[in-house]
């Protein structure tokens, strides 16, 4: 089967560098994705890795390791608007997607 | 970019009737379709694929005689809650990818129908 773990929440101020973490364990693998949702809305598309590495887009990163079953969301200078839930998903051998619980990110002046 | 649009965005019903859920996605066509639940602080719950032309594939514990899915063309896949009652109440999430693209694998969101049975 499979389990995604992140932590339930977080906090970090606004400026600074907050790295979000997601622990998987899968027995199909066909990329990791992590998604963004503002609370009362829809989870936005924030960035898809399927090799090991790390992927930047602008503020945001996002690094895989395969073999260790890690992933993380990096954001850089934090913004008032980034507090949201970040959401951890896998896709699976069947191409679905698998969710994590969410991780909250409270960011304080 | 992929659009998904869902209507209506909000709904109040009375317990005991059908509510109807629309999702569109707009830009591009989508053989495939997604329908979510989510409960309040909790994740997304996969409910059902909707795939065009042929029938619904359901997750387990999902009701597909309560939960109708159609999905007729290649833009538009609807849900309907039959007999809708409170414990339905939910925020319900359709999502497409487009594949026609070469990130065919990213799943792209309506914004989300909330639903309360009264």
């Known amino acids: 089967g499979q389990n995604i773990d992140q932590p339930t929440e977080m906090t970090a101020t606004e400026g600074a560098i907050v790295q979000i973490n997601c622990t998987y364990q899968t027995s199909g693998f066909n990329g990791l994705f992590w998604y963004q949702q503002h609370a009362g809305e829809a989870p936005t598309f924030l960035s898809y890795?399927?090799l090991d590495g790390l992927e930047e887009k602008g503020r945001f990163s996002s690094f895989l390791s395969r073999s260790k079953g890690y992933s993380y969301l990096l954001l850089k200078e934090l913004q008032m608007k980034d507090s949201a839930s970040y959401l951890c998903?896998?896709?699976?051998?069947?191409?679905?997607?698998?969710w994590g619980a969410g991780t909250k990110l409270i960011i304080k002046p | 970019g992929a659009v998904v649009s869902q209507h209506p965005s909000r709904v109040i019903c009375k317990s005991g009737t059908s509510v109807k859920i629309e999702c569109r996605s707009l830009?591009?066509?989508?053989?495939?379709m997604f329908w979510y639940r989510q409960f309040p602080k909790q994740s997304l719950m996969l409910m059902a694929t909707s795939n065009e032309g042929s029938k619904a594939t359901y997750e387990q514990g999902v009701e597909k005689d309560k939960f109708l899915i159609n999905h007729a063309s290649l833009t538009l896949s609807t849900l309907t809650v039959t007999s809708a009652h409170p414990e339905d109440s939910s925020f319900y999430i359709c999502?497409?990818?487009?594949?026609?693209?070469?990130?065919?694998?990213?799943?792209?969101f309506g914004p989300g129908t909330r639903l309360l049975v009264l």
């Open positions: 998903a896998l896709m699976d051998s069947n191409y679905q997607l698998i």
């Open positions: 890795n399927v």
């Open positions: 999502s497409a990818r487009d594949q026609g693209q070469g990130d065919w694998e990213t799943q792209y």
């Open positions: 830009d591009f066509q989508a053989t495939t």
